[in-house]
């Protein structure tokens, strides 16, 4: 299984970001998608996550209202789209995959990202006040 990651930068608090995320090595059906972030001294967080089969999005309720993630499941894509950023939300960006087994099962992966199985190189994202 491998993630490809893309997207990140230096953003002005209230702006906009997009994260990407390709997925290959796996049957995208069985697989939950996620982002997880890690901001400086501080754990883990899963924040978003997403499956092809049944269309199931869960979001942390530090992001919800304010990131999605869309996809294209055509192209074993997720994306996350980050509005209205704030200087808290800097930290490093990561996607994550790991079997779906349930139709809840992105709700694990946001209450505990360590169960996650697979992991991308991560991306940067600064905001700036």
């Known amino acids: 299984v491998q993630l490809v990651e893309s997207g990140g930068g230096l953003v002005q608090a209230g702006g906009s970001l997009r994260l990407s995320c390709t997925a290959s090595?796996?049957?995208?059906?069985?697989?939950?998608i996620g982002w997880v972030r890690q901001a400086p001294g501080k754990e883990r967080e899963g924040i978003a996550s997403?499956?092809?089969?049944?269309?199931?999005?869960y979001y942390a309720e530090s992001v919800e209202a304010r990131f999605t993630i869309p996809s294209d499941d055509g192209k074993n894509t997720v994306y996350l789209q980050m509005n209205n950023l704030k200087p808290e939300d800097t930290a490093d960006y990561f996607c994550?995959?790991?079997?779906?087994?349930?139709?809840?099962?992105?709700?694990?992966?946001?209450?505990?990202?360590?169960?996650?199985?697979?992991w991308g190189q991560g991306a940067q994202v600064t905001v700036s006040s």
């Open positions: 994550a995959s790991g079997p779906r087994f349930t139709a809840y099962r992105g709700r694990v992966y946001i209450a505990n990202a360590d169960h996650f199985t697979h």
């Open positions: 090595g796996l049957t995208f059906d069985d697989y939950v």
């Open positions: 997403y499956s092809s089969n049944g269309g199931n999005i």
